[in-house]
């Protein structure tokens, strides 16, 4: 008999009946309340997904919930945060909004969530306010060597650049009592600032906009690193957590940035640290002695979050392969948002519930079952810090890592609607392009989204000439703990902007309580053709993981990779690695065995499919591509990073797109001597990687080869 | 068309031709010169595997070598290793012996390495001598106790009770300057001491008979931790490497122990540090005034041991399975001995060799292919600290954790001729007892191996009622990187002697130059055919494991262990916890899901059985049974114990018999008050069992259950 394979008329039929105006009602259900991770709307939420995919007539095979008993944090509710400005006397002169204004009818009512930085400790700091711009290590530098005095001040800084966390790190680090972070317009709004050229008149953020988030640093339960949130697991006492923001910190609306920032006195900031609010950017510390403040003033902040143990949930959805049921591939999205969430997730929940339809349908006439299992997730609590996919892959990480072909990550599926946007490990590159070619682009133009994509962002390949350009994973969203904790090859996929026409760094209303279903349906994706695009390609690259017979896994596209990190590394590296006696020579040598080696699988693979392949014979080749990604894990790479494992991908600081550990352990190790610890650490990083290539190279090579 | 199975036929052929005068010509020639570790004989041994794996009547499909660079250590031949009783003059009074007496003419010559302790540092530390019973940390408190001071002394110590290097790291922690460590005839000879009552006039060690051993206390290259050993690999600086001994050690025949040991003087040793020398056992410090050395004696130790980087290789032969070429059953040994070790190792190598003759034969005849490809390996350095081995379980991580169903090892083949002996983690179990029970046991019984076995050694199983006794791995050969650091299911098989008939720690001539093919052909195992039912059964298993259908893995048999850890846990530990409010509920909860998802499992595998699975629902269910020993694992669970992360196997210092995590951390603990950082740890192990024995339940369920 024929063995099952993609069928692709099947796949059109899929692509048809993937509707843009479901995808739009399934938005408005999921996004008009606010639900915040565990609130009542976010259970009511699961409900809604259990109930969707346990419909006789479109669910799945069967879906139940898994329930985690994890650390939140949450503002109080009896004692509002707040950012004041006081004078010398200890009056009030000014006081920072403590809620956004309510524009919509939305803003407001006891489920919109005041700002405020999640996991930051209470406490009332109060001193001179000093403007530090992203609050990297580097601006910090800066202002010390402009002698500028940090002990026991309010630091402000605008997002970007970092990670929320990092800022409240390195401003503690100098000596900051607390931590003020806000939105400038020249990074959200291409410099529009005034209410009537914002939402809701525009996609813009209006000046009382507050960017929510997690200040942790890591991500998983804070109080479970690598096991379960049980309620029996154990837990760390809270006050040896690493990771969490050390000081009193809030997020605040260029509006209320405007006042302070505006008023500082001190030197001029560099011009890189200018922004859109209007005025010259000072430094500090304190305000002009003239100007709307008393001479003297300083900020108060008044914070008072607290940690909260509670029980967030994961849905689970489940389409059983015929088979290969013992193959995975799993496709999720978080439910959890800041306030309404309509972009964030829920633009992506209202894809994944329409493809769970659409499939549903047909397995339930019959019409369908896929040959690997098919898993739908919707996590829980992923705003705090991918909560609820790191609990699941730590309570089933042997049957997930031994089994799971690939992880599908559909978070904000619409960031605008100009052009796809696909982030993802390299054996995925290849089932991207194959879906994408065969889907038109939303819009008039009679292009594939491939043809549309490649027009905003490409790369010259050595191997494939032009090609849209995948981007790198990095942590932002659930696909992390897939690829850095289990190595499972995973991807992320939304519609986006033209970044030619907009410096904006992310959609502008981003964890504000502006991000509603009008905000989409006005601004983002009038008509969901761009949800629809999203759905259809996650759904064909879903299809085409679950039913091809041969895995679209390209594991020679990470040869691709490799050459490129080596050369780079060879590049801005290898003068500094001579100087101590460092050779690459070993990398190169293993980059060239995995080459060798992914080039004799692919020619392997290319006969075996002309041929007439037994079941085991391609299923061994499919082992082979799957647990491909395995093989750069190392938990013992990079000791003090959690959960980071995968020596390809953990978090780099330089500017050089190379192997990170040898990238970082460099950077380290520039400024110390022959023999420090710090070059041992080179080395030690440079044979971890050659050794992860050749172990990989060895799982390419003929099974029977020794 | 049928699917390929075990063959019984064949089965019954292999049987048949596994020859007992082949063994014993192996034997022979494997012994006949001393085969030290890296030594030109070792590598002539390299190429005789190599040529007997490449014949091209008897030969494998390939076979080739890998080489590591490894540190070893080596006694210095300009200076020998001495230890003396000085006056307090500085005159010599004694000398402890250098080499073995030269009894057999085998014992001489420039390729018999002295007796020394591989790893212990150079040093001439010189001081009163005590005798500290075994060395055990118990011992060295009993000897506080009794106000007995241990700064600066030389300590001696017997064989036994606890591994070497933790005498020394024991013995320097008290304060001793040198460790003395020797074989008391009354744990190794039922007492016998008398040249004409031990070899070559029986199997019983000689008086100058010393062991030789690695006092390294983990495994593995020690400079290359988690990282093969390849020329350009990162090393650690040697001074920082943690498992040396701290102090000069040497071990010494009982010949010259009774010179020190019987002219102590001081209080005398409890009972059961009394041995077999004839006298009695006194503390010291010093000696006895009046006895044949002065007053105010002293022990000198003079060592210059030296650590070395050598080349050491492995040799690696391959059967290319016909059907699942991408399963391997692999089958080791080590090569290298200390001197001769005509017992250890050869007596497995022989074995060894003359399966893979058997084997090689039907394959180059086209008889037999297996249906897994089989990988037979030599393994080197094992005595230095199963370094072989370890490097080859680094250098292929990935793929052999992937695609391993168990590993096979028969290092010492024959301890004796009574009974066979049979170490392994519990999924191993019914495969050696099919094998066992189609096997006569050798001699003139018409017992099966099986039902002899149970003559010697047995239990009573709550699941099959009187079972033979299978043993537990702890790390004494090469099976411990695989069980330990890759979570395969591993068994190590031999025959032994009847332990109600001797005491003997283990056989006399171990690790000594007395460890002959004389020895073994005249009092170990004359006519060898102890050795060809080891043979036998191997080979039984291996084709067991390689050829049949359905992986004769027994999963459930972990659900029988589980239960029994459990329940010591509720009845040792269970009191304590409840006392600090720690509830083995959850544990209970664990262990019930494992079992009843074996159950299930096992219901599964007999329907499918019976009907006629297609080989992909063949394979799926082979991918849980070989996969479970994996989900064991975790990486984190120890942190100071290197290369342990099996969380049911890693070492446990109490005497219970349950989960060594919690166990050591129950010892750690008791001591402290309420809230301690080890009772911290005890929840912490608990949490790391339960979560392990749920993610391992979780990949025996259906393979398309949430
Ligand atoms: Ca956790
Ligand atoms: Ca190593
Ligand atoms: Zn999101
Ligand atoms: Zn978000
Ligand atoms: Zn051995
Ligand atoms: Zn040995």
Known sequence: ?????????????????????????????????????????????????LQRWQDPESGLDSAGTSEYEVLLSFPSQEQPNHVDVVGPTGDIIHSCRRSEENLTGEQGGPNVVPPYAAYAPPGSPQGLLVYANQGTEEDFMWLSNQGIQLQDTIVLTRYGGIGRGAKAVNAAQHGAAGLLVYTDPGDIN??????????????????SGVERGSYFEYFGDPLTPYLPANPSSFRLDPANVSGFPPIPTQPIGFEDAKVLLCNLQGILAPAAWQGGLGCDYRLGPGFQPYGIFPAGSQVNMSIYNRLELRNSSNVLGIIRGAVEPDRYVLYGNHRDSWVHGAVDPSSGTAVLLELSRVLGTLLKKGTWRPR?????????????????????????????????????????????????????????????????????????????????????????????????????????SDYAPFVHFLGISSMDLAYNYDRSKTSARIYPTYHTAFDTFDYVDKFVDPGFSSHQAVARTAGSVLLRLSDSL????????????????????????????????????????????????????????????????????VRMLNDQLMLLERTFLNSRAFPEESYYSHVLWAPRTGSVATFPGLSNACSRATNTGAGSAAWAEVQRQLSILVAALENAAATLRPVADL
């Open 372 to 476: 690997r299992s098919v898993v739908f997730a919707s996590w829980g609590a992923e705003e705090f810090g991918l909560i609820g996919s790191t609990e699941f892959t730590e309570e089933f990480f042997s049957k997930l890592q031994e089994r799971t072909v690939a992880y599908i990550n559909v978070d904000i599926s619409v960031f605008a609607n100009v052009t796809l946007r696909a982030q993802g490990t390299p054996p995925v590159q290849s089932v991207i392009f194959s879906a994408t070619k065969q889907i038109p682009a939303p819009g008039t133009s009679s292009l594939s989204i491939y043809d549309n994509w490649i027009r905003y962002s490409n790369r010259s390949s050595p191997v494939y000439g032009l090609v849209p350009s995948l981007g790198t994973l990095g942590a932002g």
């Open 190 to 207: 291409d410099g529009k600032s005034l209410p009537n050229e914002t939402f809701p008149h525009s996609w813009g953020l209006p000046p």
């Open 550 to 617: 041969f895995l679209p896994l390209n594991v020679s596209d990470y040869s691709e990779t490799l050459r490129s990190f080596l050369q780079a590394a060879q590049q801005h590296l290898g003068a500094l690695l001579k100087q101590h006696s460092i050779s690459l020579g070993p990398l190169a040598t293993a980059v060239e065995k995995f080459e060798g080696a992914a080039t004799v699988l692919d020619q392997h693979i290319s006969t075996t499919q002309k041929g007439t392949p037994d079941p085991l014979q």
């Open 1 to 49: 008999s024929v063995p099952q394979d993609l069928d692709l008329e099947l796949l059109e039929t899929v692509m048809g009946q993937l509707d843009a105006s479901r995808i739009r009602e399934n938005l408005r259900e999921l996004s008009k309340e606010p639900h915040l991770a565990t609130t009542p709307r976010d259970e009511a939420l699961v409900q809604l997904l």
